[in-house]
């Protein structure tokens, strides 16, 4: 049934998509290789796996991927890469509940 939902998307989608995972996959094989370049084999076996999987769960796999691979990898007793937050509307060390006080 998944092979028919995907034979069934228009060409430019599937292709958009497509770029969006590459540049997705390229940019989390850097931030893991950054915390464990000896085990840079290892985090493209785990991409590629992951990425499979998202096809197969959902027609927007690019959504998914990020947290997939951060599961496998956990699975794996390796801790997570810090992620590069340029696209936050918060600062990274932002505290949603500090109290503010008016000044009188």
Known sequence: MRTDQLNQLPAVFLHTISVA?????QRLQQEY???YPDLREIIHLVLDEE???AWKLTSFPHLLL???VEA?????NLHTA???RA????????NFFEVYVPVR
Request: charged content about 30%; cysteine-free; glycine content about 0%.
């Open 21 to 25: 995972l590459s540049q997705l996959k």
């Open 87 to 94: 696209n936050s509307f918060a600062a990274e060390d932002f």
């Open 51 to 53: 990425e499979a999987r």
């Open 82 to 84: 810090k992620r590069q």
């Open 66 to 68: 990020p947290d997939l």
């Open 72 to 76: 496998h990898l956990a699975s794996l």
């Open 33 to 35: 290789e950054l915390s």
